[in-house]
């Protein structure tokens, strides 16, 4: 599911928080990225649910378009299924009706709590500037202009480097990526040293 052409109602998002919100599905989700495809059965075991439960939840997944059968490993009753590319930013708050707030806000809290492992492992598998593990600290002015410029770029940025699985050359691994920018209370401004 993308934001694009189809625009996502506020209905549709409150469903997709909670859908990514649910422990299971990340977790389905989460293999999904890794190993790329999988049926319920293979999930069931993996992740030590019933076929039944992962199969019901994949099929909640697809009715999102988070994920898709592979027709071509489908057959009678056995399902693969392998991710979907998503790109998603979630509106402004105080525009949101209650309902998909609260569904945000979940989300988001567990978002920061996986968020905050990541820093963690970054801080600990950081082997200097050469590594794998890169961590980046730094602060600058820019009008919101700027910032919003600086953030298209970004993204390009990263469409212009990444891969798809599908696609990237040997000697590739999946990298997670997090950014962010806030700003600092008017008055209150100050410089932080550049680096891990």
Known sequence: MTDGPHELTSLERTALYKSLGNPLRRRILDYLGRHGEANST???????????TTSYHLRKLAEQRLIEEIPEK??????????????HTTPDPAAMAPQEYE???????????????????????YRGPDGWAQVQRTGAWLTR???????REYRALLDRYGHSRETAPPGARPVTMR??????????????????
């Open 145 to 151: 202009d700027e910032l919003l410029a600086f953030m």
């Open 42 to 52: 293979v999930l069931a075991r993996e992740l030590g649910e019933s076929s039944g």
């Open 103 to 125: 569904a945000a806000r979940h989300l988001a809290l567990l978002k920061i709590d996986a968020d905050t492992e990541l820093f963690r492992r970054a801080h600990e598998e």
């Open 74 to 87: 489908s057959g009678g009753r056995e399902r693969w299924w392998r991710g979907l590319p998503f790109s």
């Open 179 to 196: 950014f962010y920018a806030v700003p600092e209370p008017v008055g209150e401004w100050r410089s932080e040293p550049t680096g891990p």
